[in-house]
């Protein structure tokens, strides 16, 4: 059974740093692309990044992040790692990471995955 957990979500102020992680359980981390998304209060779940399989090359789901956030993984250990730079009260969330086949690629709607984790909370606040 594959399985997903992230975590590394914290309290943290304006302009702060944060590195999630994400580890996959039952499976080998190489044969998925990973899918980072995040749901803010009251809002819907939203893609960000993601990390396709095979090269591990970057998908940036929500533009928006590009110069901020970043993504990357190491098959070697199962996991794969979201670094949340200069933060603000706007990313506020919980962030859930996702698991996609090699063969369909990175996931940009909640819809399409086949495995998630339960999500790891970052809260941004002075």
């Known amino acids: 059974q594959v399985q997903l957990a992230e975590s590394g979500g914290a309290l943290v102020q304006p302009g702060g740093s944060l590195r999630l992680s994400c580890t996959i359980f039952g499976s080998n981390l190489a044969y998925y692309a990973i899918t980072w998304f995040r749901q803010a209060p009251g809002k819907e779940r939203r893609g960000v990044l993601c990390s396709r399989s095979g090269d591990g090359s970057t998908d940036y789901v929500d533009p928006s992040v590009k110069g901020r956030f970043t993504i990357a993984r190491d098959n070697g250990k199962n996991q794969v790692y979201l670094e949340l730079n200069n933060l603000t009260p706007e990313d506020t969330g919980v962030y859930l990471c996702?698991?996609?086949?090699?063969?369909?690629?990175?996931?940009?709607?909640?819809?399409?995955?086949?495995?998630w984790g339960r999500g790891t909370q970052v809260t941004v606040s002075s």
């Open positions: 996702a698991a996609s086949s090699a063969g369909r690629g990175c996931a940009t709607h909640p819809t399409e995955p086949l495995y």
